[in-house]
């Protein structure tokens, strides 16, 4: 059982499009703190390996040749990988499924390398990660947010700098402590900005934050 407090993401990939498959290897093979275990074109497969190397994650399509791939790894036992669908599929439908099935981060294959990196290291520390697309149907399913002409539109404009970037830092999925690292700050700044951004922006919590961020553009798309 390898160390749990082990700093490097370990992750195993599974898709059967070349071009995509390729290209996201070679993202996180670069990557330093990650490290690529295996990349299959078969989800049993990837459970088999799965269970003998241990990953952090599993970065998965929806559909794997004619195999359900989320339903495999997630009637897998034992597995105690966290996983990110990637996929071209952009329906609500989908996400609400693969959100059932256990995904914890949902990304469509023209996401950026930026984007794939951080939503692999938000999931792997716990948090979960939707696209910006995915997030904006979310919104309209369940209304997150107060209407468009509450405090936190006109109030936008009221942050400062570092408060936009703390906010940034929330929509990513980041902790304070990761924040403050980020940005060379204290943690009690950090704090002390994320209270400030809730309360400017008339904001009940981090989640309506990070997804106002989403709306207002300031995370990668």
Known sequence: MRNEHHSTIRIALVDDEGLARDSFSAVLTH?????????????????????????????????????NALEILSRAQGLRAK?????????????????????????????????????????????????????????????????????HGSAFSELSDREVEVLKGIALGMSNNEIAQDLSLTIATVKSHVSNVLSKLGLRDRLQAGILAHRKGLTPH
Do not use: W
């Not at 990557?31 to 599993?58: F, H, K, N, Q, Y």
């Not at 794939?116 to 209304?143: H, T, W």
């Open 83 to 151: 996983i990110v669908v990637i996929t071209s599929r952009d329906s609500e439908e989908s996400l609400f499924r693969a959100l059932k099935l256990g995904a914890r981060g949902y990304l469509l294959k023209s996401t950026t390398r930026h984007e794939l990196i951080e939503a692999v290291r938000a999931v792997a520390r716990g948090n979960a990660y939707l696209c910006p697309v995915m997030v904006s149907l979310m919104l309209d399913r369940f209304k997150i947010l107060p209407p468009a002409g509450g405090p």
């Open 31 to 67: 990557e330093e703190g990650m490290e690529l275990l295996t990349v299959t074109d078969s989800p049993r497969d990837a459970v088999m390996t799965a269970e003998r190397t241990d990953p952090d994650v599993i970065l998965t399509d929806l559909t794997v040749g004619q195999e």
